[in-house]
């Protein structure tokens, strides 16, 4: 059925933004948060400059304590100033901290919101050919990221930068020929730098994916223990999760490993300068040519530029993860949509002609399939699995475009239709299903938000899920899904069909769409629902017989070819395959 | 440097999570030890560097040359020390969190396996807390930071002692100002700890909102309200920001208060050290060296903050934890020993009566689904029958039997099971890709006393090919990209209801149990497959018990007994001789007036 033609397990990749959308998209944000982000910036510079003071008191006082004279006077002057620029340098950082706080809670709120929406944006085709695994790891993953990203490495990145400027600009003023002896670890810390943020981004890639990996074996151990014990696949399950801890526990170990380099030759980087200001310092200070004050400032300069590079260094590659995360997210607002058409559908007859379809080049599944069902008539698809019939439905509901051939809904190619009108027209409703977290009411009112109860009690009861609503303890108000009433995969087929009802479109194409219920009911409900649908084209896949003899046309569907066609009774006469399966069926009952 | 996964994660202590956690100490005392040791060199060695460069600047007032370069080394010597001491505390703490963490996994894995299909239940009822990737973090967090930990309190013992030493005032600031310091944090943590998970929390009701949406994608694209979970996700995200609204406004107190308590050391010490140098009974270069050891304080003042968070979150993640590995079953087990050979004989439902007849093909037509599927149950011990009532097999009743047992000889195909991922091939024949042979003569000479339950090993009779083709589902193998390797996703959501059900039963056919019952097997395949699936089950089940509950004259047709269910058992005849008068029956499988 959709079977054999389906898409397995493909790798969809959804597009990825490039570098240059990233920035102009950052940039933007940023320019909308203008006055937001020259706070943040302002407040941080201000504690910045205001970390500064405490070198320069110190060489100050230490100036005072080597000289002749005794200056308890400066001293307690200096010390004021030492304990105001600490008030200064706390207020300042709360209000950094704070509105970069807001700052990033709403930019993050915002992108949120962009990427559900183009999300909910993608044509259908595109839904379908990507399944939903992709985007569930960017809704997740990709978000969980950047959240980390944003709110806790860019902050202290910013931070860090304003720290290492403030202070270098300091050290240059103070002691301006110190400021040489920053200059010769800056190449091996640059290329060592380099060296580890091109193995570390796929390191901890990799660590954060085997470690889901096995948390994910975990949870599906948990969830899937009847599986387990009933196949007494416990064993193995052991075996499985030890081999997962294992390649975890190999990924951890590279980056311990680049860690092991990278972490001492960063930090005899640091030390370095500190040896060579003290060194170069004191031979000045002792040739007269460097104040005591000075001195001791830009040694104690020195010291405090250790902290803020090491914090610019250590996120480097969580914003790098951030920046790979944000790509992904803004990836999904470049998907190609289909060029849509400009026209109305006219009429409400549904036509496919030689339509000819292949998920893969040069392996088509349909073969030259025409269909044209008359307006208000039921036509049925039968045939073994993998005939192709449920692409056909797919093709016929708009979803995917033919190879060749087309499929016109009024006269106008069905997938060329945006979603929000062609669903007037043509629904398609399959045995794949979902519940929405959220009341019955929620997830019968999709796209009729006018709907009123009555409309939509009156929906359920054509789908007859009266006793399901009486069911409820909250009637339409009841909430559905994980943790509250959960629905068997029947009830949730009536569920579907009773959105259904509620679109109202005028050609329905049913893909199994009651194969989750048992026969007594699947066939109560296919009668109520044809009342109902007076006057609507359905175009069924069903694998009961039963069904196919009630519809006014059945197509016998085999290798991706219409092999038959014509009314029950002309196909029974006929004596070809139909027939014969139809005969078996009988048989077993004329059987008794 | 590590044996991982553990090859014994152990039997934990789980009276308490303080005991448990401690337990998970003990159980790695030996990197938790070389850790700490490195801890304090490196610790130590950083806090030295601070004196060593106030006696190199002492050096520099005082114009001595030599003292300069002297003093200037050892800031070098101990630089290089604390970097490599650094490193190796750093991969010791690794070790210890990986340790622990892997421990933690494998503990749960057990117990979870243990437990069976009770856990999946009592999650989803609330009753236990699901197992996040989390908690196991929090648990290993703790012994991760232990190694900082303990560097922090000996650096802070030296640096307060050497200050001591030199001077009493400015030793008593730093030894009496630290603790102060930290503690005044105190009041801020927990608040912030609880905006923090509410935080998470909100922010992973809106990432169910998002998977809910994205899951949902296909309805909302061919059906409509697109605009309404647009904005239903936009409350959701907006109640994360505002969460994270609230919990920034009390960081940024923090952040302040970690600057200005740190900082206020620092300038006390400054201040109250100028004083003593300008009076002459303190060299300038002690003056540096204190108030450089004052700012080096703020590094184990942190550490300590980080260790008591560390510890509550450890706590709270130990408790859910200890709730899984203390979990007993619900399902009684038998107390019989497990015997030789089957029973034998027939099964006899006693609350239905239905009789199922011994190697033979039972087809089993209930009124409504729910009564086949308990039923079933019943038989393979997933439920207990009503009280007064037993199953019985032969003469014996099942529940007398070991459960354990019992799983390896009936085997329940549940109408929607859940499906677990891996490749077509170690998802239908695990036994195969595991071990040659079977497992139960492998136990029974002893060979491989250690391990518990084994995967079933398919009889000769059986084979991977020959199941697949009973099922119809060698068509649904080779139309997968990599065939058999193929690698399948949780639930096999990538393939659709029709595959999912038919390589479902060949997983079924495979596991070539005893008894083997199947919960409607066709209900998602056509006509014409169900059809060959039931001929070609009859033929691969022939002279061994087989249940299958079904609504479909095709399947019905092939069983050696047909039985209607409703509310008790009754015989609706044996094959060819289908007595299709019965209302139900009619009803049921013919669909009223089908014929």
Same mark, same amino acid.
């Not at chain 1, 259904?500 to 048992?518: F, G, I, Q, S």
């Not at chain 1, 109520?528 to 694998?543: N, Q, W, Y």
């Not at chain 2, 000996?154 to 005032?169: C, D, E, G, N």
């Not at chain 2, 011994?358 to 729910?370: D, N, Q, R, W």
């Given at each position: 059925?959709?079977?054999?033609?389906?898409?397995?397990?493909?790798?969809?990749?959804?597009?990825?933004?490039?570098?240059?959308?990233?920035?102009?998209?950052?940039?933007?944000?940023?320019?909308?948060?203008?006055?937001?982000?020259?706070?943040?910036?302002?407040?941080?510079?201000?504690?910045?400059?205001?970390?500064?003071?405490?070198?320069?008191?110190?060489?100050?006082?230490?100036?005072?304590?080597?000289?002749?004279?005794?200056?308890?006077?400066?001293?307690?002057?200096?010390?004021?100033?030492?304990?105001?620029?600490?008030?200064?340098?706390?207020?300042?950082?709360?209000?950094?901290?704070?509105?970069?706080?807001?700052?990033?809670?709403?930019?993050?709120?915002?992108?949120?919101?962009?990427?559900?929406?183009?999300?909910?944006?993608?044509?259908?085709?595109?839904?379908?050919?990507?399944?939903?695994?992709?985007?569930?790891?960017?809704?997740?993953?990709?978000?969980?990221?950047?959240?980390?990203?944003?709110?806790?490495?860019?902050?202290?990145?910013?931070?860090?930068?304003?720290?290492?400027?403030?202070?270098?600009?300091?050290?240059?003023?103070?002691?301006?020929?110190?400021?040489?002896?920053?200059?010769?670890?800056?190449?091996?810390?640059?290329?060592?730098?380099?060296?580890?943020?091109?193995?570390?981004?796929?390191?901890?890639?990799?660590?954060?994916?085997?470690?889901?990996?096995?948390?994910?074996?975990?949870?599906?151990?948990?969830?899937?223990?009847?599986?387990?014990?009933?196949?007494?696949?416990?064993?193995?399950?052991? $075996?499985?999760?030890?081999?997962?801890?294992?390649?975890?526990?190999?990924?951890?170990?590279?980056?311990?490993?680049?860690?092991?380099?990278?972490?001492?030759?960063?930090?005899?980087?640091?030390?370095?300068?500190?040896?060579?200001?003290?060194?170069?310092?004191?031979?000045?200070?002792?040739?007269?040519?460097?104040?005591?004050?000075?001195?001791?400032?830009?040694?104690?300069?020195?010291?405090?530029?250790?902290?803020?590079?090491?914090?610019?260094?250590?996120?480097?590659?969580?914003?790098?993860?951030?920046? =790979?995360?944000?790509?992904?997210?803004?990836?999904?607002?470049?998907?190609?949509?289909?060029?849509?058409?400009?026209?109305?559908?006219?009429?409400?007859?549904?036509?496919?002609?030689?339509?000819?379809?292949?998920?893969?080049?040069?392996?088509?599944?349909?073969?030259?399939?025409?269909?044209?069902?008359?307006?208000?008539?039921?036509?049925?698809?039968?045939?073994?699995?993998?005939?192709?019939?449920?692409?056909?439905?797919?093709?016929?509901?708009?979803?995917?475009?033919?190879?060749?051939?087309?499929?016109?809904?009024?006269?106008?190619?069905?997938?060329?239709?945006?979603?929000?009108?062609?669903?007037?027209?043509?629904?398609?409703?399959?045995?794949?299903?979902?519940?929405?977290?959220?009341?019955?009411?929620?997830?019968?009112?999709?796209?009729?938000?006018?709907?009123?109860?009555?409309? *939509?009690?009156?929906?359920?009861?054509?789908?007859?899920?009266?006793?399901?609503?009486?069911?409820?303890?909250?009637?339409?108000?009841? $909430?559905?899904?994980?943790?509250?009433?959960?629905?068997?995969?029947?009830?949730?087929?009536?569920?579907?069909?009773?959105?259904?009802?509620?679109?109202?479109?005028?050609?329905?194409?049913?893909?199994?769409?009651?194969?989750?219920?048992?026969?007594?009911?699947?066939?109560?409900?296919?009668?109520?629902?044809?009342?109902?649908?007076?006057?609507?084209?359905?175009?069924?896949?069903?694998?009961?017989?039963?069904?196919?003899?009630?519809?006014?046309?059945?197509?016998?569907?085999?290798?991706?070819?219409?092999?038959?066609?014509?009314?029950?009774?002309?196909?029974?006469?006929?004596?070809?395959?139909?027939?014969?399966?139809?005969?078996?069926?009988?048989?077993?009952?004329?059987?008794? | 440097?590590?044996?991982?996964?553990?090859?014994?994660?152990?039997?934990?202590?789980?009276?308490?999570?303080?005991?448990?956690?401690?337990?998970?100490?003990?159980?790695?005392?030996?990197?938790?030890?070389?850790?700490?040791?490195?801890?304090?060199?490196?610790?130590?060695?950083?806090?030295?560097?601070?004196?060593?460069?106030?006696?190199?600047?002492?050096?520099?007032?005082?114009?001595?040359?030599?003292?300069?370069?002297?003093?200037?080394?050892?800031?070098?010597?101990?630089?290089?020390?604390?970097?490599?001491?650094?490193?190796?505390?750093?991969?010791?703490?690794?070790?210890?969190?990986?340790?622990?963490?892997?421990?933690?996994?494998?503990? /749960?894995?057990?117990?979870?396996?243990?437990?069976?299909?009770?856990?999946?239940?009592?999650?989803?009822?609330?009753?236990?807390?699901?197992?996040?990737?989390?908690?196991?973090?929090?648990?290993?967090?703790?012994?991760?930071?232990?190694?900082?930990?303990?560097?922090?309190?000996?650096?802070?013992?030296?640096?307060?002692?050497?200050?001591?030493?030199?001077?009493?005032?400015?030793?008593?600031?730093?030894?009496?100002?630290?603790?102060?310091?930290?503690?005044?944090?105190?009041?801020?943590?927990?608040?912030?700890?609880?905006?923090?998970?509410?935080?998470?929390?909100?922010?992973?009701?809106?990432?169910?909102?998002?998977?809910?949406?994205?899951?949902?994608?296909?309805?909302?694209?061919? *059906?409509?309200?697109?605009?309404?979970? $647009?904005?239903?996700?936009?409350?959701?995200?907006?109640?994360?920001?505002?969460?994270?609204?609230?919990?920034?406004?009390?960081? $940024?107190?923090?952040?302040?208060?970690?600057?200005?308590?740190?900082?206020?050391?620092?300038?006390?010490?400054?201040?109250?050290?100028?004083?003593?140098?300008?009076?002459?009974?303190?060299?300038?270069?002690?003056?540096?060296?204190?108030? =450089?050891?004052?700012?080096?304080?703020?590094?184990?003042?942190?550490?300590?903050?980080?260790?008591?968070?560390?510890?509550?979150?450890?706590?709270?993640?130990?408790?859910?934890?200890?709730?899984?590995?203390?979990?007993?079953?619900?399902?009684?087990?038998?107390?019989?020993?497990?015997?030789? #050979?089957?029973?034998?004989?027939?099964?006899?439902?006693?609350?239905?009566?239905?009789?199922?007849?011994?190697?033979?093909?039972?087809?089993?037509?209930?009124?409504?689904? #729910?009564?086949?599927?308990?039923?079933?149950?019943?038989?393979?011990?997933?439920?207990?029958?009503?009280?007064?009532?037993?199953?019985?097999?032969?003469?014996?009743?099942?529940?007398?039997?070991?459960?354990?047992?019992?799983?390896?000889?009936?085997?329940?195909?549940?109408?929607?099971?859940?499906?677990?991922?891996?490749?077509?091939? #170690?998802?239908?024949?695990?036994?195969?890709?595991?071990?040659?042979?079977?497992?139960?003569?492998?136990?029974?000479?002893?060979?491989?006393?250690?391990?518990?339950?084994?995967?079933?090993?398919?009889?000769?009779?059986?084979?991977?090919?020959?199941?697949?083709?009973?099922?119809?589902?060698?068509?649904?193998?080779?139309?997968?990209?990599?065939?058999?390797?193929?690698?399948?996703?949780?639930?096999?959501?990538?393939?659709?209801?029709?595959?999912?059900?038919?390589?479902?039963?060949?997983?079924?056919?495979?596991?070539?149990?005893?008894?083997?019952?199947?919960?409607?097997?066709?209900?998602?395949?056509?006509?014409?497959?169900?059809?060959?699936?039931?001929?070609?089950?009859?033929?691969?089940?022939?002279?061994?018990?087989?249940?299958?509950?079904?609504?479909?004259?095709?399947?019905?047709?092939?069983?050696?007994?047909?039985? /209607?269910?409703?509310?008790?058992?009754?015989?609706?005849?044996?094959?060819?001789?289908?007595?299709?008068?019965?209302?139900?029956?009619?009803?049921?499988?013919?669909?009223?007036?089908?014929?």
């Amino acid at each position: 059925m959709s079977d054999a033609a389906a898409p397995v397990v493909e790798d969809t990749a959804l597009p990825v933004a490039a570098r240059r959308t990233v920035r102009r998209y950052v940039r933007t944000a940023i320019r909308r948060e203008w006055r937001a982000s020259a706070a943040v910036v302002g407040f941080f510079a201000l504690a910045a400059v205001a970390g500064l003071v405490g070198p320069q008191v110190l060489g100050q006082v230490v100036a005072d304590a080597a000289g002749k004279g005794r200056a308890l006077g400066r001293v307690e002057l200096a010390a004021a100033v030492f304990a105001a620029a600490l008030v200064a340098q706390g207020v300042a950082a709360t209000f950094a901290s704070r509105t970069a706080g807001h700052l990033t809670a709403r930019l993050l709120a915002r992108l949120r919101g962009d990427f559900v929406g183009a999300v909910l944006a993608l044509p259908l085709g595109v839904v379908e050919r990507a399944g939903t695994g992709e985007l569930q790891t960017r809704a997740s993953s990709d978000v969980e990221q950047l959240t980390w990203s944003v709110r806790q490495a860019a902050p202290q990145m910013v931070v860090a930068i304003g720290q290492c400027v403030a202070i270098v600009v300091a050290l240059l003023v103070t002691a301006p020929p110190l400021g040489l002896v920053l200059v010769p670890t800056v190449p091996f810390l640059a290329a060592g730098t380099r060296w580890y943020l091109k193995r570390a981004r796929p390191g901890y890639e990799r660590t954060m994916a085997t470690w889901d990996e096995t948390n994910g074996r975990v949870q599906e151990t948990a969830a899937g223990g009847r599986t387990i014990e009933t196949f007494r696949l416990g064993d193995l399950r052991i $075996a499985q999760i030890d081999e997962d801890i294992r390649r975890w526990v190999a990924a951890e170990r590279y980056t311990l490993r680049l860690r092991t380099f990278y972490f001492p030759m960063a930090e005899a980087c640091y030390v370095v300068p500190l040896v060579l200001a003290l060194v170069v310092g004191g031979m000045l200070h002792v040739d007269g040519r460097l104040s005591i004050a000075a001195t001791t400032a830009a040694v104690l300069y020195v010291q405090l530029l250790i902290s803020p590079v090491d914090t610019v260094l250590s996120y480097l590659d969580e914003i790098q993860l951030g920046t =790979a995360s944000l790509s992904r997210l803004l990836g999904v607002r470049e998907v190609d949509a289909p060029p849509l058409a400009t026209t109305d559908p006219a009429g409400e007859d549904v036509v496919a002609k030689d339509v000819r379809y292949a998920y893969r080049t040069g392996h088509d599944v349909l073969h030259a399939i025409d269909l044209l069902p008359r307006p208000g008539s039921r036509v049925v698809l039968v045939g073994p699995s993998g005939a192709g019939k449920s692409t056909f439905a797919l093709l016929l509901s708009g979803v995917h475009a033919p190879r060749s051939g087309y499929v016109r809904v009024g006269g106008v190619d069905a997938h060329t239709l945006p979603p929000e009108r062609l669903r007037s027209q043509v629904a398609l409703v399959t045995q794949e299903y979902h519940v929405f977290n959220g009341t019955l009411r929620e997830n019968l009112a999709l796209s009729a938000t006018g709907a009123t109860d009555e409309d *939509l009690v009156r929906a359920l009861d054509v789908v007859d899920a009266r006793p399901l609503l009486e069911r409820l303890p909250a009637g339409l108000d009841t $909430a559905l899904g994980p943790g509250a009433v959960q629905l068997s995969p029947g009830e949730a087929q009536q569920l579907a069909l009773a959105r259904l009802v509620l679109a109202d479109p005028h050609t329905l194409v049913l893909d199994e769409a009651t194969a989750l219920l048992d026969p007594r009911t699947a066939r109560h409900l296919e009668r109520s629902l044809a009342r109902v649908l007076e006057g609507r084209t359905v175009i069924a896949v069903a694998h009961r017989l039963q069904a196919a003899a009630d519809a006014d046309q059945v197509v016998v569907v085999d290798g991706g070819r219409v092999v038959e066609q014509g009314t029950h009774e002309e196909l029974i006469a006929a004596g070809g395959r139909y027939a014969a399966l139809w005969r078996s069926w009988q048989g077993t009952v004329a059987g008794g | 440097m590590l044996a991982l996964p553990l090859p014994d994660p152990g039997v934990p202590e789980t009276r308490s999570p303080g005991r448990f956690l401690l337990w998970c100490a003990r159980k790695q005392a030996p990197t938790l030890l070389t850790g700490s040791f490195f801890g304090i060199l490196w610790m130590v060695s950083q806090a030295a560097i601070p004196l060593a460069l106030g006696a190199a600047l002492g050096a520099v007032v005082r114009r001595s040359e030599g003292q300069i370069v002297q003093w200037s080394l050892v800031v070098l010597a101990l630089g290089l020390l604390q970097a490599a001491a650094g490193i190796l505390r750093h991969r010791r703490a690794v070790a210890n969190f990986l340790i622990c963490s892997s421990r933690v996994q494998q503990l /749960v894995v057990r117990s979870a396996i243990a437990l069976g299909g009770d856990l999946a239940r009592r999650v989803a009822t609330g009753e236990v807390a699901n197992i996040g990737a989390s908690d196991i973090e929090r648990v290993g967090d703790v012994l991760d930071i232990v190694a900082r930990f303990t560097g922090g309190i000996v650096s802070y013992a030296v640096v307060a002692i050497v200050l001591l030493v030199v001077s009493p005032p400015l030793g008593a600031i730093v030894v009496l100002g630290v603790p102060v310091a930290v503690l005044a944090v105190a009041p801020v943590l927990r608040p912030l700890e609880r905006r923090q998970t509410t935080e998470r929390d909100r922010r992973s009701d809106a990432s169910s909102v998002a998977s809910d949406t994205v899951t949902g994608l296909r309805v909302l694209r061919g *059906l409509g309200g697109e605009q309404v979970f $647009a904005r239903r996700y936009g409350r959701a995200s907006d109640e994360v920001a505002s969460a994270a609204i609230r919990t920034a406004n009390l960081q $940024a107190i923090l952040d302040g208060a970690q600057v200005v308590l740190p900082g206020a050391i620092v300038v006390a010490v400054t201040w109250v050290g100028a004083h003593l140098a300008v009076e002459r009974s303190l060299s300038p270069g002690d003056l540096v060296a204190f108030y =450089a050891s004052a700012a080096f304080l703020v590094i184990p003042m942190q550490t300590f903050v980080q260790a008591a968070s560390r510890w509550t979150a450890g706590v709270v993640a130990a408790r859910r934890v200890i709730a899984v590995l203390t979990m007993e079953r619900d399902l009684p087990d038998g107390t019989q020993p497990a015997p030789l #050979e089957t029973p034998g004989g027939d099964f006899v439902d006693e609350e239905t009566g239905a009789r199922i007849s011994s190697g033979k093909l039972t087809a089993v037509v209930p009124a409504t689904p #729910e009564e086949g599927t308990e039923l079933l149950e019943r038989l393979a011990r997933w439920a207990a029958p009503r009280s007064g009532f037993d199953v019985q097999w032969g003469d014996v009743p099942v529940r007398t039997l070991p459960l354990d047992w019992y799983r390896g000889h009936v085997v329940m195909l549940e109408r929607s099971p859940f499906h677990l991922r891996g490749t077509v091939r #170690e998802v239908l024949a695990p036994a195969r890709t595991r071990r040659a042979g079977g497992v139960r003569d492998e136990r029974a000479d002893g060979s491989d006393p250690t391990d518990g339950p084994a995967p079933h090993a398919p009889r000769p009779g059986v084979t991977l090919a020959g199941a697949l083709e009973a099922a119809q589902a060698s068509d649904v193998v080779a139309s997968l990209p990599d065939a058999l390797d193929t690698a399948l996703p949780e639930q096999w959501r990538a393939i659709s209801g029709g595959q999912r059900q038919r390589l479902s039963l060949a997983q079924g056919l495979l596991a070539d149990a005893d008894v083997l019952l199947l919960d409607d097997p066709t209900s998602a395949v056509d006509a014409h497959t169900e059809a060959a699936i039931a001929k070609a089950l009859a033929d691969i089940r022939r002279g061994r018990t087989t249940v299958v509950t079904t609504t479909s004259p095709l399947v019905a047709e092939q069983a050696d007994e047909v039985i /209607v269910l409703e509310g008790t058992a009754r015989s609706a005849g044996r094959q060819g001789q289908l007595r299709t008068s019965d209302a139900t029956y009619e009803a049921q499988v013919l669909r009223g007036d089908a014929s």
